[in-house]
């Protein structure tokens, strides 16, 4: 079975401009999170998508937003880039119960995104 | 609020003996615990969860961990560490009680040395 994907792998933009990234779960995983490592700040929580509503959300500003399409695969978007959201962007997908239950599945990690503001 | 602590950055051991790499945290109800391992320029690959029953959870490539509720520990342990364990250790916990978003430890680096 493939794993998640994520892409691009790479990407370099300047400040002020607009990201997407995308990622693709596991096949049969319905729930998608996304993840910013830094080495400042660790790995925080961004946001979870689970059947296409956002089910859980960190605490970032309003430029970082997300969607998940109906065959789960998800995007997010960061707009207005500051150089503070240089990062790797990891997506994890799990198989996720019902909404509004505690999952007790294993989240499995895409490579991630390198995103490199200048 | 919910927090984990992974109190060493690194930690060093020879090929052959046994590693711990240690792990408490602090959550309102049930806690759902994770360790996580990250190769270098890789994502994470999960090792091992405990969610409830045994206090021993057995994981990938030989990795264990016990969780201890009255210290609120979940260390990560292995018998006898190989070189090739040398990576980025991520515990983590899922607070069922209050936010259920999943949070991590800020990581050990494990070196292990021929």
């Known amino acids: 079975k493939a794993g998640v994907t994520q892409t691009p792998r790479y990407l370099i933009k300047t400040r002020g401009q607009q990201v997407t990234l995308s990622c693709s779960p596991i096949?049969?995983?319905?729930?998608v999170s996304w993840y910013q490592q830094t080495p400042g700040q660790g790995l925080q929580f961004l946001f979870e998508y689970f059947s296409e509503t956002q089910r859980n959300k960190g605490n970032f500003p309003g430029r970082f937003s997300g969607r998940q399409f109906s065959n789960s695969r998800s995007e997010m978007n960061v707009s207005t880039l500051e150089l503070g959201d240089s990062a790797l962007y990891l997506c994890?997908?799990?198989?996720?119960?019902?909404?509004?239950?505690?999952?007790?599945?294993?989240?499995?990690f895409g490579p991630g995104t390198r995103l490199t503001v200048l | 609020a919910q927090s984990v602590a992974q109190p060493e950055d690194q930690v060093n051991v020879a090929e052959g003996n046994p590693l711990t790499v240690k792990c408490t945290y602090s959550v309102s109800g049930n806690p759902y615990l994770f360790w996580y391992v990250q190769y270098p320029n890789r994502g994470l690959q999960f090792l091992l969860k405990?969610?409830?029953?045994?206090?021993l959870v057995k994981g990938s490539y030989g990795f264990e961990a016990e969780f201890n509720k009255s210290q609120t520990s979940f260390h990560l342990k292995k018998p006898s560490a190989l070189v090739s364990d040398s990576a980025l250790y991520f515990c983590?916990?899922?607070?069922?009680?209050?936010?259920?978003?999943?949070?991590f430890g800020t990581g050990t680096r494990l070196q292990v040395f021929p």
């Open positions: 983590a916990v899922r607070d069922t009680g209050n936010t259920d978003k999943l949070i």
């Open positions: 096949s049969g995983h319905r729930s």
């Open positions: 994890a997908s799990s198989t996720s119960g019902t909404s509004g239950r505690v999952s007790t599945d294993t989240q499995y």
């Open positions: 405990y969610i409830t029953g045994d206090n």
